[in-house]
């Protein structure tokens, strides 16, 4: 007499042979595996919900990284942050010139090459240092390779402090637009993930974890506005001012070309 546990295992084995050596299309019911099992079951949900687990998941948490890319105002921003509560770190690249931020509580600091300094602070092209402006070339490169503490004031200090901020940031783009659907399961870094479209994808897609807590794992802005991947949910980091000696404090206002 054959064990009843040796039986089974040898019926699911020839089970599994079948389903394997069937033709793609003619997969008879219950051969193919639930694509949410051993998930954390958001799968399962209606889009809206998977939505607002994802949001959720990133505000119970007080960091992450995020890198990839955001247009806003015709320009594309280049990210690569680590975000928390009350600061972040990290570096932005825009036509061609990378800068480096950091923000502790409500003080930010820039950090560049002359070359960036040279053509204003906001990267704009045309500066000083393209005039040949012997003084502000020079100004230029006493302010490079230092943080420079930005003014509150300063229009800089408005447009960057918000790549610095994770609520302000993630609020602003973990949300799609149009009517919600899910668009089948994926794959994020070797994480498991479900997609969420707005508008067949025109209003951004989102895909949410479904290993662990449904963090956002990669977001894809709608009208091509850039695409994000988002990492280290959770994991801290440290987040130091910088050395008296590397800082320096411009004023009331940087320079702009």
């Known amino acids: ?99 480096r931020l950091l923000r502790i509580g409500d003080e930010l600091y820039l950090k560049a090459d002359a070359g960036f300094w040279g053509q204003g602070a906001d990267g704009a092209g045309g500066g000083a240092a393209e005039e040949g402006d012997a003084a502000d070339a020079a100004a230029a490169e006493k302010l490079a390779s230092k943080y420079v503490k930005v003014p509150q004031g300063d229009p800089s200090y408005k447009k960057f402090i918000g790549f610095t901020d994770k609520s302000v940031l993630l609020g602003g783009l973990l949300t799609l637009h149009g009517e919600l659907a899910t668009d089948g399961h994926h794959e994020q870094a070797g994480v498991r993930t479900i997609r969420v479209t707005g508008d067949e994808g025109s209003g951004g897609t989102l895909d949410v974890s479904l290993e662990g807590k449904p963090y956002p794992l990669r977001l894809v802005r709608a009208g091509e506005a850039g695409t994000l991947t988002f990492s280290a949910w959770g994991t801290d980091f440290p987040l130091e001012e910088p050395a008296e000696d590397e800082t320096l404090d411009y004023g009331k206002q940087l320079p702009t070309s």
Request: hydrophobic letters at 35%; charged letters at 20%; proline letters at 3%.
């Open 1 to 99: 007499m054959i064990p009843i546990s040796q039986g089974r295992s040898r019926r699911a084995a020839l089970a599994g042979a079948v389903c394997a050596l069937l033709v793609t299309g003619t997969a008879l019911t219950g051969c193919s595996e639930d694509p949410n099992e051993g998930t954390n079951g958001v799968g399962r949900l209606p889009a809206d919900q998977i939505q607002s687990r994802a949001q959720k998941a990133a505000e119970s948490v007080g960091t992450v990284r995020l890198h990839g890319s955001v247009v806003t105002s015709g320009r594309t921003y280049t990210l690569d942050m680590r975000l928390k509560e009350k600061g972040g770190v990290g570096s932005v690249t825009t036509k061609g010139a990378t800068f």
